[in-house]
């Protein structure tokens, strides 16, 4: 998986690229780890629209930044969520959890 | 002389890498039926999480074969993923939604349910030191356009 990131303030905002399975997970996980390291980030938006695959290891990723960014007030987001998507995010209940950007 | 329309046999390593090319494989065998977009991700989807549990649960830390089969009857396409791994003690834990055998692994817990989601049916064999075999079917829905 690629991914692009801006951070703006207490905002950052990561562009996914690619197929987020178990075989990428560890790899984007450690990435957003690293870009949120830093306590004052409150929000974390990931903008969805070029995943073009996501099974329930993806999942398991989102819930990990959530519980994380929860921790410390903070919130995440995710934005342009390709449809076959949006159905695994719905069945597993994310959407109480995390917020649509 | 073979039992069904079609069918297809693979083995492969238990590496992750081979989750997407395992997607393909059944997803490219399945497309034969002429399914919808949303009925090939929903089989792309069911094949990696049975897959990534024979990879990641099934053999763990250590390697093994995954063998995935692919039968095509009318309509209908039935799937087999086994692995020769661990084994599950209790399925019926196992299929609970969010229940996870590895929660320091940051794991959703959602394969099964999610399997069970997108296929019309899914059964569930182990044996404890002998490995799993999950079977899954789906039928692709006729449309007017086809």
Same mark, same amino acid.
């Given at each position: 998986?690629?991914?692009?990131?801006?951070?703006?303030?207490?905002?950052?905002?990561?562009? *996914?690229? =690619?197929?987020?399975?178990?075989?990428? /997970?560890? $790899?984007? %996980?450690?990435? +957003?780890? !690293?870009?949120? #390291?830093?306590?004052?980030?409150?929000?974390?938006?990931?903008?969805?629209?070029?995943?073009?695959?996501?099974?329930?290891?993806?999942?398991?990723? *989102?819930? =990990?930044?959530?519980?994380?960014?929860? /921790?410390? $007030?903070? %919130?995440?987001? +995710?934005? !342009?969520?390709? #449809?076959?998507?949006?159905?695994?995010?719905?069945?597993?209940?994310?959407?109480?959890?995390?917020?649509?950007? | 002389?073979?039992?069904?329309?079609?069918?297809?046999?693979?083995?492969?390593?238990?590496?992750?890498?081979?989750?997407?090319?395992?997607?393909?494989?059944?997803?490219?065998?399945?497309?034969?039926?002429?399914?919808?977009?949303?009925?090939?991700?929903?089989?792309?989807?069911?094949?990696?999480?049975?897959?990534?549990?024979?990879?990641?649960?099934?053999?763990?830390?250590?390697?093994?074969?995954?063998?995935?089969?692919?039968?095509?009857?009318?309509?209908?396409?039935?799937?087999?993923?086994?692995?020769?791994?661990?084994?599950?003690?209790?399925?019926?834990?196992?299929?609970?939604?969010?229940?996870?055998?590895?929660?320091?692994?940051?794991?959703?817990?959602?394969?099964?349910?999610?399997?069970?989601?997108?296929?019309?049916?899914?059964?569930?064999?182990?044996?404890?030191?002998?490995?799993?075999?999950?079977?899954?079917?789906?039928?692709?829905?006729?449309?007017?356009?086809?």
């Amino acid at each position: 998986m690629d991914l692009n990131a801006i951070r703006t303030g207490q905002r950052v905002k990561v562009q *996914l690229s =690619g197929e987020l399975d178990q075989h990428s /997970a560890d $790899g984007v %996980r450690d990435a +957003l780890d !690293a870009l949120i #390291a830093d306590g004052s980030v409150r929000e974390l938006v990931l903008d969805m629209s070029r995943v073009s695959f996501m099974d329930s290891s993806g999942l398991g990723v *989102l819930l =990990g930044r959530y519980r994380t960014l929860n /921790a410390r $007030g903070g %919130r995440l987001l +995710l934005s !342009a969520v390709p #449809a076959p998507i949006d159905r695994i995010l719905k069945l597993s209940g994310m959407y109480s959890l995390v917020d649509r950007a | 002389m073979y039992m069904h329309d079609n069918q297809m046999h693979l083995q492969f390593v238990s590496l992750s890498q081979n989750e997407a090319f395992a997607r393909s494989v059944a997803g490219a065998f399945f497309t034969q039926l002429n399914p919808t977009l949303e009925e090939l991700t929903d089989v792309r989807t069911a094949i990696s999480e049975a897959v990534t549990n024979a990879i990641i649960h099934g053999y763990g830390n250590d390697t093994g074969m995954v063998t995935l089969e692919g039968a095509l009857d009318g309509d209908e396409c039935t799937f087999t993923i086994r692995d020769a791994g661990v084994g599950i003690p209790d399925v019926a834990l196992a299929r609970q939604p969010f229940y996870t055998s590895h929660p320091e692994l940051e794991r959703s817990g959602m394969g099964f349910t999610l399997m069970e989601t997108f296929m019309d049916e899914v059964a569930v064999e182990s044996e404890v030191g002998r490995g799993t075999t999950v079977t899954m079917k789906k039928r692709v829905k006729a449309q007017a356009s086809k």
